[in-house]
């Protein structure tokens, strides 16, 4: 069960390097963003389908959203200046409080 977890954060950190690409291409405009934006992605699904043999859909896609939520929301402020306000950092509490709710007391992750 901890390699599922893993690959779970192996899929987000993927996921959060092709977003960060796909802001730093330019619109597809720069040559190696834009492959980092293929690559940080084939690379997520991949490991997002070894997730999946162990975990449920609903809950691989909430802890997957959560989690890249949070490092995309970090990416852009230490990247590219994009700077959360204070609503900005309630919303991201709130999304990292149901990241441990799913994992700490919810049964559906276990399954």
Known sequence: ???????LLIAVAFEAFGSACLQASNQFTRL???IGVFVGFGAAFYFFTLVLKVLPLGITYALWSGIGMVMIAG???VLFG???DFWGFIGISLIICGILVINLLSKSATH
């Open 75 to 77: 990416a852009g402020w």
């Open 82 to 84: 994009q700077k959360l």
């Open 1 to 7: 069960m901890m390699n599922t977890y893993i690959y």
């Open 32 to 34: 190696w963003p834009s």
